[in-house]
């Protein structure tokens, strides 16, 4: 049994890896967690494990490196897709997996290091680019600017009801949007929407751009909501 240790600060991610992994009998996933601090202290308690950690948690790999030979365990990095592989390989890494390789990819990766082997992606992902834009640009021209919203949102890890309540209408409403949103991307649940959102970079990023716009609306109104609030107060106070 091969113990594995996951940290990435996006929940959504964070979990749809630990369902790939949790599926196959030979690993088990002993703690996972969403900065590169608590990703020390899980090192330090586990030792001998498979520490899959992504590069966006910005961890001191001069501190990294060294606590993982010490108590003789391997780093897995999950690099972005806009990231050159070899360069975490030469920092002393076993293996790269990129944010938009397969399941299965992260299936081999794994098991080549804990073989005691290395792992790279067999190419890096400029070839495959192209169509996997196409598709990210596909789906995102087909989701309505509605569907886009509850995207984004989903991808935030919201529940139904946070969304609803943040679009301001009925958690119905929001179901039968998923429905379409599913039909439209072909996934069948919310985890398997939020990772096919962040494997496609154009997708992804529109959806990121839907997300700020969100916060910023809601910042404006609670904002306007506060000077609405003293203009109130004072003209009761002048009255």
Known sequence: MNKIILADSQAIFRAGTAKVLAADDDFRI???CSDAERMMHAITTFPHAIVIFASALRADYSRLRPLLESVNSRGIVIAENSEIPTSYMQLGFRGVIQRNSTGAALVECVR????GETWLPVHTRVTDAPEQDLVGIRVRDRLTPKEMRI???IVQGCKNREIANRLKTTEQVIKNYLRSIYDKTGVSDRLELALFTLHHR???EAAADVGSRIE?????GSAGGGRSSKVQSITRTGT
């Open 216 to 220: 910023a609306e809601e910042s404006a």
């Open 112 to 115: 080549k290091v804990c073989a």
């Open 30 to 32: 002993i703690a996972q």
């Open 151 to 153: 995207v984004a949102l």
């Open 202 to 204: 154009v997708l992804a």
